[in-house]
């Protein structure tokens, strides 16, 4: 047996922390996606348009995606347990502002407020079950971590859809509110400081650098779905973010201690890690997106039965996650990614040939296969190219991770949106045929919008193979077991 010690050699409860963690960094992953059922809702109840409305989360993932690779920073000069609780305050001002709010305006200050805690809390969770494990145990606790990211955001546009058809959008954010009090009445208790901490001095050309790059690319893509790749808003955002992060590298690369330290690609196990989780991350992102909409469109779904009919893959994703973590232990990444590729890109081909009468059943099986290839890959992936460093650049590492992979999920949506769009544009029907014949207006347009699908869906399964290809280059077995400081025998 071993005793668990923070920073300032004091015993904690490991146990408690790591249930605290989970919890609440379960309700804040969990708003990354819990409005995306209520949208119609929202629309009605503040006169707003669709434009308008997407900016809950469109705006909610900008500031998430900027605070990501402050979270090293913050990690490293703040300690855990008050750092922890100040992003889970933050968060419950947002939740409370949200739950509240008369107009449009405050729902979306909201959001934004929000969006601070979960650009904190979700990267915190990791660095910290990386270091208080030792990397032998370190799979089965980013299997833990794996619930929480994985399935919170699966399950939100069901859960979103189940209140919003029996309660009101308010109780979206109401039933979140106790939850996280209880939850920081607790981390008042049983957080403890388990992460090394210094005093940094913060980089402010750094932080607009970082704010200004990543905000500027991940807005340029997710105006991509409705702007097109050609729309001059859409390059000049993505000229800007690219330059932008360009200077920040090359800035990060030349200081002593950068707020960023982006040599952790100079470990060639984390990058290889981190490439292979964002190629999934683009799979598995650019379909949740694709599957809803068929399954409304063709099929005649409403926003709540499309939720539920991707349910059973989420809670796949949320039952395997332990699982492959401890097989991550002892077997190590590469053989279950390699499996887990060959399953998602399984998964993904069939989606290629779907008709208006393709069952339900059939996008429900495969949607779990999806799921369940994922849950071998995503957590197992991270965690090999986490062991891949030194335990005093595990924030940094979780924060590059967690960066690369939120702009990969972006271009993925980017990417099957405009390809969706643009061949069922291509191949739509003349507007005059819409008035001489209505019927065979709409059989062509029907055909036409599957075309996009099934386009769409090419391009995912490319996504599937260049993964798969990745898979191969993983190393098979982790080579360090240390424990990690603080931990001695009782």
Not at 46 to 73: D, E, K
Not at 88 to 114: K, V, Y
Not at 447 to 464: M, Q, S
Request: charged share 10%; aromatic share 10%; glycine share 8%.
């Amino acid at each position: 047996m071993s005793t668990a010690l923070d920073t300032n050699g004091k015993p904690y409860k490991r146990g408690l922390l790591i249930a605290i963690l989970l919890i609440g960094t379960f309700c804040t992953v969990l708003n990354q996606t819990i409005l995306t059922t209520a949208f119609p809702t929202l629309m009605k109840a503040f006169t707003i348009t669709t434009s308008t409305v997407q900016w809950l989360t469109t705006g909610f993932l900008l500031v998430n995606g900027i605070m990501i690779p402050v979270s090293a920073w913050l990690s490293t000069r703040f300690s855990t347990k008050w750092l922890y609780l100040s992003a889970m305050t933050i968060f419950e001002i947002g939740t409370i502002i949200c739950f509240t709010a008369p107009n449009f305006q405050l729902l979306l200050t909201g959001r934004l407020i929000q969006a601070v805690g979960v650009g904190v809390t979700m990267p915190l969770l990791q660095t910290i079950m990386l270091t208080i494990f030792p990397a032998d145990k370190r799979g089965a606790a980013m299997g833990m971590a794996g619930i929480v990211i994985g399935l919170a955001p699966a399950i939100g546009p069901t859960l979103s859809g189940w209140v919003i058809d029996n309660m009101s959008w308010r109780d979206l954010f109401g039933m979140i509110i106790p939850i996280v009090a209880v939850v920081l009445i607790a981390g008042f208790f049983f957080m403890a400081d388990v992460l090394e901490t210094s005093k940094p001095k913060l980089d402010f050309l750094s932080l607009a650098l970082s704010t200004l790059g990543f905000g500027s690319l991940l807005y340029g893509f997710s105006s991509v779905g409705d702007d097109g790749w050609t729309s001059t808003k859409v390059l000049v955002m993505l000229a800007i973010g690219v330059i932008g992060i360009i200077l920040f590298v090359w800035r990060q690369l030349t200081m002593e201690k950068p707020f960023l330290d982006f040599r952790v690609f100079k470990h060639v196990r984390f990058t290889i890690a981190a490439v292979l989780s964002s190629v999934t991350n683009m799979a598995m992102v650019g379909a949740e997106m694709v599957i809803p909409l068929y399954l409304q469109i063709i099929h005649g779904f409403s926003a709540f039965n499309s939720g539920l009919t991707l349910l059973a893959g989420a809670l796949m994703m949320g039952i395997m996650s332990p699982i492959t973590g401890q097989a991550f232990d002892r077997f190590g990444a590469k053989r279950l990614a390699i499996l887990g590729m060959f399953l998602l890109t399984a998964g993904t081909v069939p989606f290629m040939f779907i008709t208006r009468t393709t069952p339900t059943i059939y996008i429900v099986v495969l949607y779990a296969i999806r799921m369940f290839g994922i849950s071998m890959v995503m957590m197992p992936a991270t965690t090999a190219g986490m062991n891949a460093l030194p335990l005093d650049m595990m924030g940094h590492g979780t924060a590059v991770n967690n960066t690369v992979r939120q702009i990969a999920s972006s271009i993925g949506t980017a990417i099957l949106t405009s390809v969706l769009s643009n061949v069922t544009t291509s191949q739509a029907p003349a507007k005059s045929l819409l008035k001489s014949n209505p019927l065979a207006y709409q059989d062509k347009y029907f055909n036409a919008t599957l075309n996009g699908y099934h386009a769409a869906f090419y391009v995912a399964v490319a996504f599937c193979v260049v993964g798969l290809i990745v898979a191969f280059f993983m190393q098979d077995k982790t080579h360090s077991t240390k424990l990690p400081k603080k931990e001695v025998d009782a």
